[in-house]
């Protein structure tokens, strides 16, 4: 589902962020990406997410080299991956439902649907009862939450999460890991940016570490 | 999270669900640009000062080479009147017979520039002169009768221009007999000078206050713009298209645009007001029926059409130049 062939990122200040980095997940996969701040994580994101481009080698996502596509068609690659942040960019000016709902919203989705779908977004999080309140009455682990609701509502096949525990103490961190396992079972495949070392062995799934823009380890397929 | 997006629902579906995916993604667009449309007069109103400052500098903008073209309008009213005052005076040579003269009146009557053609003969043009010059006594003394016959000729509709006057000049001077032909040409040339000249001013002012207005909704929605970074790109995260985040703000314009041209309307119709009456009286005393026109039905829908389209391509402006800055790059931490 997501290809990295000898991928590399320089930027113009001579600083290279990712160097002929190679992996490729598969459907329905969870790995957590981890290394030191600044050791390319968020590029590796950025990168699939569109927002920048690789230097050399190529990133392919859905079976699409991203390289070549025009600008224009950015928009409908996005549709298809769910991006949870750390600091969840929710807006404060609209209700939890408008918040979950953008993404079917941006998609000119009929308004019955929307309804339906983002109120199973928000059953999924655990928070079907909240739908009508402000993002800003919330806890920070139900914005969180909240973030998540919108990255999964159009049912992406492709859900990217970066440092989505950051803020978070360790049970509600376990909730939300809970939570993206489950999308990995049916299908979706999820790729978590995280520097909980302790998050990570306690799930023992495949993880790719970077160090100074290198994959140092879990490029190939994980087995076990 | 295994279906896919628009998996086929039941079978059963009712009549009014059954529509095509075409008609359905029509409905929704339409349905998402009421929604948008809704939204962004709804900010408006949430800053009525910050609004109602814009919409009045847009109305002023406006309202100002709109007044300097219904004054032009009024203007060519009153022209048009005059011009139809304008008479030919031709002066026949003093050998010429009042059979000859009756003559050139008919050749002149029947040519289709001419709407009428009046002779006066020389005894009538004497007796006309002697009782109002004063001079009774005195042309008395004369033994001839030093007038000639003079053929006054009016022109026909269509040719109750400057230009059709001059045509109709240079005719009938070119006619046997006629020995000098006058028309007082001179002021309407210099009034339709002065309407044309006019007409340029107002046409430079309304290019120059339309740039403007553009300008200040260009800068009223870069604001909007900053305002709404966040939502911009959180819209750009989930994929939206640049149409998508393009068009609250689009319609932010038009809506500026719509309350400008209304203000714009007030204000020539309050201006009106408050000039008619020193207009009526000015025009009483040149016993004139000059009067100010109003703006029409259909000249305030244009006017109001032009202001939304102003403001629409300010909004198009501002973002054009920096919805494209505002990109989702920055927002995912080193």
Redesign the interface.
């Known amino acids: 589902m997501i290809e990295f062939r000898q991928v590399t990122k320089r930027y113009d200040s001579d600083h290279t962020a990712l160097r002929q980095v190679n992996f490729s997940l598969e459907r329905g996969e969870l790995a957590f990406l981890t290394g030191h701040s600044g050791a390319g994580k968020s590029t590796l994101l950025k990168l699939i997410m569109l927002m920048e481009r690789p230097s050399a080698g190529e990133v392919v996502v859905g079976g699409q080299v991203l390289n070549s596509l025009p600008r224009r068609q950015v928009p409908y690659i996005r549709r298809h991956i769910g991006v949870v942040f750390q600091n969840h960019h929710l807006l404060f000016d609209r209700t939890v439902f408008d918040n979950v709902a953008m993404p079917l919203e941006v998609m000119g989705a009929p308004a019955r649907d929307t309804g339906r779908r983002v109120r199973a977004a928000l059953d999924k999080v655990g928070l079907l009862s909240k739908e009508k309140m402000n993002p800003l009455q919330l806890s920070g682990g139900e914005q969180q939450r909240v973030g998540i609701a919108r990255a999964v509502v159009n049912k992406p096949p492709v859900l990217l999460a970066d440092e989505p525990t950051g803020n978070l103490d360790p049970q509600l961190s376990a909730d939300i890991m809970r939570l993206f396992a489950e999308f990995s079972q049916v299908g979706v495949t999820v790729l978590i940016a995280t520097h909980d070392i302790a998050l990570i062995t306690e799930l023992g799934r495949r993880t790719l570490t970077l160090d100074q823009g290198r994959l140092v380890s879990g490029a190939e397929a994980w087995h076990g | 999270?295994?279906?896919?997006?628009n998996r086929r629902k039941a079978p059963f579906r009712g009549a009014k669900a059954a529509r095509s995916p075409l008609g359905?993604?029509a409905?929704?667009?339409f349905?998402?640009h009421r929604k948008v449309a809704r939204d962004s007069a709804r900010r408006l109103r949430q800053a009525p000062v910050a609004s109602l400052m814009t919409w009045t500098v847009m109305g002023v903008a406006l309202a100002l080479p709109v007044a300097l073209m219904l004054l032009l309008a009024s203007l060519q009213g009153v022209s048009t009147g005059w011009e139809s005052s304008a008479r030919v005076t031709a002066y026949l040579a003093q050998d010429v017979t009042l059979d000859q003269a009756e003559l050139l009146k008919q050749t002149l009557g029947n040519d289709s520039r001419v709407a009428d053609v009046e002779l006066i003969d020389r005894d009538t043009a004497l007796d006309e002169f002697r009782a109002s010059s004063g001079l009774e006594d005195a042309l008395d003394y004369l033994n001839d009768n030093p007038l000639p016959h003079t053929l006054l000729v009016t022109p026909s509709d269509g040719s109750r221009t400057a230009d059709g006057v001059q045509t109709l000049f240079a005719v009938v001077e070119g006619m046997d007999g006629v020995e000098q032909v006058q028309v007082d040409l001179g002021w309407l040339q210099r009034l339709n000078a002065m309407t044309e000249l006019l007409g340029r001013a107002a046409w430079a002012l309304a290019i120059l206050l339309s740039a403007a207005v553009v300008l200040v909704i260009g800068n009223t929605v870069r604001l909007s713009i900053e305002n709404r970074r966040?939502?911009i790109?959180?819209?750009?995260?989930?994929?939206?298209?640049?149409a998508?985040v393009r068009r609250p703000f689009l319609y932010t314009g038009a809506w500026f645009g719509l309350g400008g041209g209304v203000v714009a309307w007030l204000l020539l119709q309050l201006s009106l007001w408050w000039l008619s009456g020193p207009v009526e009286r000015l025009s009483g005393l040149y016993h004139s029926d000059f009067s100010l026109n109003s703006l029409t039905f259909d000249g305030i829908l244009a006017l109001i059409i032009a202001a939304m389209l102003l403001g629409w391509l300010g909004a198009w402006i501002a973002v054009k130049r920096h919805l494209d800055d505002i990109?989702?790059?920055e927002?995912?931490?080193?």
Do not use: N, R
């Open positions: 999270m295994a279906e896919s997006p359905q993604q409905s929704s667009y349905s998402h966040d939502e790109l959180v819209a750009k995260l989930v994929g939206g298209t640049d998508f990109e989702p790059g927002i995912a931490g080193g």
